[in-house]
């Protein structure tokens, strides 16, 4: 899903989206920080009060029952939902006072389908890059580093109906970097992949953030995916966050012997359980038919 500035905006950021404001300098600030940020609909309040500070370079977790307010924490983040109170701040940038600069600095991969079936790897890439406003004498440079990057090379030219489930994600995953931007957001990153396809997409996502300094904020609830790549993780329960520490940290506060999921279920009241309800399993296979 490509997050473009707005269209008054768009002439300005050309050129411009690969040198952030200095002001706003990544090594000194934190790439994600949210005050106590609030997001209600009628009666119903979706994230509470929630507070977080990930700094730059960090793969962190945000882990939840569905319902949680995990996907509403991100919608906010990308600017796509206002919040309802609260602030935050997205590489140095205000969400609701500078939405586009948190545009021009941030990726997203949602569970829904960004890559379009008609056209080739090199094509959706070459599009993406359009998007964010890439100089048209850097596209094509942009592209070849995406499909290298990404282990892409071989199928550019294929057809993405024909790719596998993995392949979809990490061109998906591609297309979100195009601009180099400083934080990326991933709901689900690894739904429906089979284990060989989900340590593929893992070992691009560490070398996202080795090589690029790139910060990730990812939802899952797959506990071995959490316990691998995350340095810091949070648990969202009922809208607020109920705990955060690193993986190692929280099994620590559990039980000697405490493992990842005795960790959600210790914090999240055992509604791992019971916490999906049906539009959530709508998509989840929706994703995981879409992904083979």
Not at 20 to 47: C, H, Q, W, Y
Not at 58 to 68: E, K, Q, S, T, V
Not at 90 to 99: E, K, L, Q, W, Y
Request: proline share 5%.
């Amino acid at each position: 899903m490509a997050i473009s500035p707005d269209h008054n905006a768009k002439q300005e950021a050309i050129g411009r989206i690969d040198a952030p404001d200095s002001k706003n300098s990544p090594s000194a600030l934190p790439a994600i920080e949210t005050l106590s940020l609030t997001r209600r609909f009628g009666a119903l309040t979706a994230v509470n009060e929630l507070s977080l500070f990930v700094p730059p370079g960090c793969i962190f977790g945000l882990l939840g029952p569905n319902g949680a307010g995990k996907t509403t924490t991100i919608k906010m983040l990308t600017t796509i939902l206002p919040p309802s109170a609260g602030t935050a701040r997205v590489a140095g940038f205000d969400i609701v006072r500078d939405t586009v600069g948190v545009r021009r600095n941030i990726g997203y991969v949602s569970q829904m389908i960004s890559a379009d079936g008609a056209l080739t790897g090199y094509e959706n890439l070459l599009l993406f890059a359009r998007l964010y406003g890439i100089e048209r004498q850097l596209r094509r440079e942009r592209v070849a580093e995406a499909l290298r990057f990404m282990g892409l090379e071989d199928a550019a030219k294929t057809l993405v109906r024909n790719y596998s489930g993995g392949m979809i994600r990490r061109l998906e995953i591609a297309q979100s970097m195009m601009h180099h931007p400083r934080v990326l957001f991933l709901d689900e990153p690894t739904v429906g992949l089979d284990p060989v396809a989900r340590h593929a997409v893992w070992e691009h996502l560490r070398g996202l953030r080795n090589n690029f300094g790139t910060t990730i904020l990812m939802t899952t609830h797959d506990m071995e995916e959490a316990d691998e790549l995350c340095e810091t993780i949070a648990i969202m329960h009922l809208s607020q966050a109920v705990a955060v520490g690193s993986p190692s940290a929280l099994k620590g506060q559990v039980g000697p012997e405490a493992d990842l999921d005795d960790v959600f279920v210790h914090f999240a009241g055992g509604s791992i359980e019971y916490g999906e309800g049906y539009a959530d399993t709508v998509r989840a296979r929706r994703t995981a038919r879409r992904l083979g």
